[in-house]
């Protein structure tokens, strides 16, 4: 992660500090506020100091190579002279080059590093301290001596079973001790000293330090106790048997030591979990969550229990020259015995006769009640060389699936195999799905029609031509995707995608939490390895309101995974609780597991903002984000100037759209704002049946700017809409919701209502959560309010609420590092 700052490029000009780790100017300990191409001018002729900079140069470097006239130029300079306070006839700071260009007046001069805070103050002085050396250092000799003692216990038996607990605790208990002499002690060739701060900052964090070290002793202390003492004897805590037809198919083995061979094993495990999943009875873990057990480590026991299921199918598959071994068995997860195995020998290329075998004598092992009715579904062809097709190119898609890093060369190479196979074998439905569904991953949804419906023409009982249907009508806007899905589910109960997509349709619907929540869950039932069912969820539940029930997943969550998506996982579903101090701890977790995760910079930012940090906020700050950093600080002439600039350059954005129409509206400019809007497709475009939640929260504000232009009628009845859709949403699982209640607010105050939009807002200050605060200072609906003693104190108590989580984040800070 970089510094804060970026300490070293501070520049002092003039009377101005220059920061361009922050792109910040500023002047007597205030910024001086700019919009960002006025900005960008000024840093490039900082960069170029004191030399001329040419008007090509400030075309390439500021307007990044636009076709923009010399008078444009000029105005630019205009507008950044009046926001430094610059005369252009006596300047002090931009000096005209006639003919050539502009520079810079006074001297550039290099600033020293700054701490900053007490949180920079502490990470110098713990550098300065040797305090990380010695960290490691201790951890080293008491691995060393842990392993060695852990050894001695167990040869010599004269030793008590509580040995090794008892090791581990003076260890622990240790190592604050150490950590705190080593802050306050330094041993060279002088001998042993007291150190001293090198700064008045680095100063003041030796009481934090202390405080700190104090607390981790007690906090370390109790954490590890019973985890030790827990590893020092048998687990007798009770687990919940999972029901008997419960299983995983892990992913099968490549034992042939030829990687070309993967794409095999993979292929027929995935393929028999497709089978099994569309076999009524069993109820079959989903593939992200099975991949996640091929390390050995993981014994029978420990998968099953994760998984939540009864038994394992495990495959291997060895190839030599044309002939090809694969072996199944069936495992007990409870005992780990081996329940049944068997071997199909097969020559390579004849692969779809041992697929549908293998198919159905698992089905026979696991449910052998079923005698000769088996009810085992077929392959997706009946063509060999398409159902090699589709296995390479299912391989290839699920890479690409499963990179955070959309790879679109492997993506439009497993595009071009689908193809193939649909040539190959046109009555393939399931080629054809496929196909489909890999354009639409790609985002050619037009491309994607032909095979999608020629798949559902072919064999519309096949969930997964269903769900890739689903996908198709909800990308295009159009009604029907709920019915796909119903039908995906009827199809396999245990397609965790079709589950999940449902689920999150009837939310976005109806905002119906009672009746979407449900189906995530099952979702996640099956995919229990999966954050991003976890999330899902965890989304629903805070976005409804429902505190107590996200606050459990996110203890679920913290208990079961430990890496950078996780805690960024745990990070939005405290945001979305209210615990923006506890997010955001998280969200440096995060980071701290992963300095370059790029999601995890942005929500750090994000979450700072919120609280009213923007110093913090910026320190994560990278120019993709900087359009959500300057709404949260409410410089909309800014955020107007940048998202003017970003849609150009990418016109589809939607989301950059309505953040726009926003600022508009805040800043009085409601034609401009309508303008935006229209341009995505509103009001239509959250009416219908696939709507986005992003959607129904731009359709209030084209609510609102319709009633500021004078549009008073169509307003008012997309108003009454609003407040019916959100009343039935309370209903149905949204009670505490602060979004709702200020949803239904605004729209009271366009019908021009206001005791009753009062009372809505007045119900912001006990719902969970924390609503935005921009919306409730600068939407227009709202500023009619303002002056309102009601109004006011929620304003007042937003305000609070936002000093108290900065107040309390470095106690909370404190407070978790400890735990971990």
Known sequence: MDNRGIKQSRRLIGDLVFEPGKRQIGRDDRPVRMPRLSYRLFAALAESAPNVVTHDELVDRVWRGRAVSPDTITQRVKLLREA???????????????????????????????????????????????????????????????????????????????????????????????????????????????????????????????????????????????????????DTQAMVEPDANTIAVLPFKNVSNDPENLYISEGIGDELRDQLGRVEGLRVAARSSSRVFVAPEFDALAISQRLGVAKLVEGSLRRDGDQLRITVQIIDGASGFQLWTDSFDKVAGDLLATQQAIAKEVTSQLLPELGSANPVGSVGTVVESAHDLMLVARHYFHRVQDDPVVDIQLLMKSIDLYRQATIADPTSALAHSRLGAALLYLGDDEQAEAPIFRALSIDPDLSEVQYTLGLYKFSRYQSGASVAYERAIEFNPNNVDALSAYGLLIWAQESDTNRAVPFLQRALELDPMSISRYLQVGNLLGMAGRRDEALELAQQIESRFDDPRASLALARIYELTGDLDVAIVWALRALERDPDYQDAKWQSAELYARIGDFEGAHYFEDPESSFSLLYWERRYEEMIDLGEELVFDIPHQTQVWYGLARAYAATGRVEQALHALKGRGLPDRALVEVRRPSDLEALINYADSLNVAGQHDEAQELARWIIDHYLKSRANGMERSWFADVAISCSLSILGRDEEALAELERVVSSNGMAWYPVIRDQPCFKRLAGNARYDAVVEWLEQRKTELRERLPDTLARMQTAW
């Open 84 to 234: 430094l306070g610059d005369d252009a006839s006596e300047p002090r700071y931009i000096a005209l080059v006639r003919g050539e260009g502009y520079r810079l007046i006074p001297e550039v001069e290099p600033l020293p590093e700054y701490a900053g805070n007490v949180t920079r103050g502490l990470v110098a002085e713990l550098g300065r301290r040797r305090v990380l050396q010695v960290g490691l250092v201790y951890a080293a000799v008491a691995w060393s001596i842990t392993e060695v003692a852990s050894f001695l216990i167990e040869a010599l038996p004269v030793f008590p079973a509580w040995s090794k607990a008892l090791i581990a605790i003076v260890f622990v208990v240790g190592f604050p001790v150490a950590m705190f002499l080593a802050w306050r002690f330094d041993i060279g060739p002088g001998g042993i000293r007291r150190t001293q701060a090198a700064t008045a900052e680095g100063r003041a964090t030796i009481a934090a330090a202390v405080l700190l070290l104090t607390g981790a002793t007690a906090g370390l202390f109790y954490l590890i106790y019973p985890q030790v003492v827990e590893q020092a004897r048998v």
